[in-house]
């Protein structure tokens, strides 16, 4: 049996998907196949070259997979001494916000953190402040109140423990916890 008859009685047996996913084909049977009436996806297919291009996504497809990745990101940070959210986080608390509507039934945690610089006391009012303005922000977007806890830990649990500026901008935080 010669290499065309071969092929053509491969496409018969074997389903279409595994022909156009197979990509082992030696040069032989690539110059046998293109010497009749195309390449073997275009017999696979009718003349219809198939399996290069990814799928065109919607724009709410778009928009779903953009905000499912930054809902990944779970840390507001603030200025010293500051608990308002700052515009850089939108569209991080977006993504958030638009989950926790969608999902009702998901409760969410939204800590508060502070710097070690201040009282105990007053960091801990800070962290709170910085906590209640993440709620604030997010009942702001439709979420309910009934689905958001928060609690302030003011410096008591540090992410970075250098005493640099850097560390302190670290430590300056919302932590969003599902």
Do not use: W
């Not at 608390?93 to 939204?110: D, K, S, T």
């Not at 009012?125 to 993440?134: D, I, N, P, T, W």
Request: with cysteine; charged share 25%; glycine share 8%.
């Amino acid at each position: 049996m010669d290499l065309n008859k071969l092929f053509k009685a491969m496409l018969v047996v074997l389903p279409i998907m595994a022909l156009s996913a197979c990509s082992s084909t030696s040069e032989s049977e690539t110059d046998a196949t293109s010497s009749t009436s195309g390449s073997s996806s275009e017999l696979a297919t009718g003349g219809v070259e198939t399996g290069g291009i990814a799928p065109i996504l919607t724009p709410e497809e778009q928009q779903r997979l953009k905000y499912q990745e930054l809902r990944k990101e779970h840390i507001i940070y603030f200025d010293f001494d500051r608990s308002s959210v700052s515009a850089q986080f939108a569209e991080v608390l977006q993504a958030h916000g638009n989950y926790l509507v969608e999902h009702p039934n998901v409760r969410l945690m939204i800590e508060g953190h502070a710097d070690e610089r201040g009282t105990p006391e007053y960091n801990i009012a800070l962290g709170e402040r910085r906590a209640k303005a993440v709620a604030k922000y997010l009942q702001g977007m439709g979420v309910l109140p009934s689905q958001m806890s928060i609690v302030s830990y003011g410096e008591e649990k540090p992410l970075d423990m250098s005493r640099t500026d850097d560390g302190f901008a670290i430590n300056r935080r919302a932590v969003l916890v599902y």
